[in-house]
């Protein structure tokens, strides 16, 4: 990666070539304008990351440059520096859109570590620019740099302040919580925050709490040693341990029980853990996400999670809008959707226009899996309107469910049983307009056992010729 480049735009030579002699040992690249139309010209032109900027200069003054320069669409991160007790231009500068403000006399400690600080947020952002970027090329067939992208695909204001979000805490360490329904995507907002983040080339380890049993759960997390329990035949590395140096991201955290909140909430507050059958702290180096699809606030209300602990875990959150809130991004996603199935693929109208009404309870995972099973559905490369209505009156519980041709309770186990999946067989046969292969994929079984049920069950279904 490139050195990031600062502009010094300062009047004074000896105050300018201090700073570029401290900020080129830090290993900035750095260019300089003694007077303000040369700073204005040079942050549009070269495009630094960040620019610090003097208030008080020949031409324009530094809340002049400011101005035009944002205006002029620049994307720097600009420092002002101000005399000491000039708050009224230091707030006007902030209004103004600028990142921070230095006062003078600088203090060159406090000036490199806020340029580092404002480099480092600012190539986030842009990262995170180019990453949208990517994903809308992609609905419109391009691929974005590094492969396909990662399924947050619309432009909605709700999602646009997600993305704002994600570019802003992605290069810092704080923790994060990610909030939604489930099937909103909240996995995809912490891929999103670990890839663009300084811990990148780390690992990032996942943890559904929901989905391990509360006796398995503390050893997956924090490890064991050597005999801490029957068949812990060896000392075992947790979680935590295994995200050192990276993000560890536990999902479903309202799951966890309460002797393990304790035990996560000392690991966050103190960054070492105790692995089970041993009193010796391990120090780990991590970056906590966590997730949820329920209220917090009225579990902590309940008793059910500690206070300490949802504070500690809501320092910064992230809210990830329900599908039926931002119908808007549906077109998007659906191209998404369509452009990943591997080969051209197009929607009539009409499907999409049946696809925006449904109100999509699952969220975008339900909508993606209508897809997947719509392309399975469609003749050739056209999802049109029957091949989504068909799976939306189902997904919407308007269309007969196979509880419905239940035999009656005192038939017994093996009656129902054969009663639900000769229900599933002709329901599949139906949908997939009797091509056998298309409801042996539907279906997730082979084709030779979709035969086998025709045959049990005296199922005939014929395939309609082509074009009908």
């Known amino acids: 990666m490139l050195p990031a480049t600062v502009l010094i735009a300062e009047d004074e030579a000896a105050a300018r070539v201090a700073l570029a002699a401290l900020l080129e040992d830090a290993g900035f690249r750095v260019l300089s304008a003694a007077e303000g139309n040369d700073a204005l010209s040079q942050t549009l032109h070269e495009e630094p990351d960040a620019v610090l900027l003097d208030i008080r200069m020949p031409g324009l003054d530094g809340l002049a440059v400011l101005k035009r320069a944002l205006e002029g669409g620049s994307e720097s991160a600009f420092l002002i520096m101000t005399a000491f007790g000039d708050s009224a231009t230091a707030i006007e500068a902030m209004k103004l859109g600028a990142f921070d403000h230095l006062a003078k006399p600088l203090d060159f400690k406090h000036v490199l570590a806020q340029v580092k600080?404002?480099?480092?947020?600012?190539?986030?952002?842009r990262r995170m620019k180019l990453s949208l970027d990517g994903m809308e090329g992609e609905e419109r067939g391009g691929v974005p740099p590094g492969g396909r992208g990662s399924g947050m695909a619309?432009?909605?204001?709700?999602?646009q302040r997600v993305y704002k979000l994600i570019g802003q805490v992605a290069s810092s360490d704080a923790t994060v919580l990610v909030r939604g329904e489930s099937g909103t995507g909240k996995e995809l907002v912490v891929n999103a925050i670990h890839e663009n983040s300084g811990r990148a080339q780390g690992p990032l380890v996942k943890v559904n709490c929901a989905?391990?049993?509360?006796?398995?759960?503390?050893?997956?997390?924090?490890?064991?040693?050597?005999?801490?329990?029957?068949?812990?035949?060896?000392?075992r590395a947790g979680r935590f341990e295994e995200a050192n140096g990276g993000t560890l991201f536990l999902d479903e955290i309202a799951e966890l029980a309460p002797v393990l909140q304790a035990k996560l909430l000392r690991a966050v507050q103190e960054r070492t853990i105790e692995r089970l059958g041993s009193n010796a702290p391990v120090a780990v180096n991590f970056r906590l996400i966590a997730a949820t699809s329920k209220n917090l606030e009225q579990a902590v209300g309940q008793g059910d999670f500690r206070e300490d602990l949802y504070y500690r875990l809501n320092v910064v959150s992230i809210a990830l809008p329900p599908l039926r809130e931002r119908k808007q991004d549906i077109p998007a996603l659906v191209q998404h959707f369509l452009a990943r199935a591997g080969r051209a693929r197009s929607i009539t109208p009409a499907a999409l226009s049946a696809l925006c009404e449904h109100n999509w309870p699952g969220n975008v995972r339900e909508l993606e899996n209508t897809i997947r099973r719509a392309l399975v559905l469609a003749r050739g490369n056209v999802v049109d309107r029957p091949d989504i209505l068909l799976l939306a009156e189902q997904q919407a519980g308007t269309a007969s469910t196979p509880w419905m041709n239940l035999a009656p309770l005192r038939n017994g186990w093996k009656d129902n049983l054969e009663a639900l999946e000769r229900s599933l067989v002709e329901r599949a046969l139906e949908a997939a307009r009797g091509n056998k292969s298309k409801a042996a994929e539907m279906l997730g079984i082979h084709r030779r056992l979709l035969y086998e049920k025709m045959r049990q069950y005296g199922l005939q279904f014929k395939e309609p010729p082509p074009g009908e």
Do not use: C, D, V, W
């Open 154 to 159: 619309g432009y909605s204001p709700a999602m």
């Open 211 to 235: 989905a391990i049993p509360e006796t398995l759960l503390e050893s997956e997390l924090f490890g064991h040693e050597k005999g801490a329990f029957t068949n812990a035949m060896h000392r």
């Open 117 to 125: 600080r404002a480099t480092e947020q600012r190539r986030a952002a």
